[in-house]
């Protein structure tokens, strides 16, 4: 049951976004994770990713709203 909701919030969010939107968002959540990924303790930013995340900032005005958030 959980699935097919969750299948459908999917779907719903798919066809209700531009796909330009999903594109960038899915750009910034990947850059994000390998960001992550780096063998460090605590993850450390380049001028790469900070470039990139100028860049993105100017492009994608609500990339805010979809951060990772950690637990408090």
């Not at 049951?1 to 531009?18: E, K, S």
Request: aromatic share 10%; hydrophobic share 50%.
């Amino acid at each position: 049951m959980v699935f097919l909701v969750t299948l459908a919030v999917h779907i719903l969010r798919t066809l209700i976004h531009p796909r330009e939107a999903l594109v960038i968002e899915n750009l910034a959540l990947r850059q994000q994770v390998m960001a992550l990924k780096k063998k460090r303790p605590r993850p450390q930013f380049d001028d790469m990713d900070r470039a990139f995340w100028v860049v993105l900032r100017a492009a994608w005005p609500g990339w805010t709203n979809r951060l990772f958030k950690g637990r408090k």
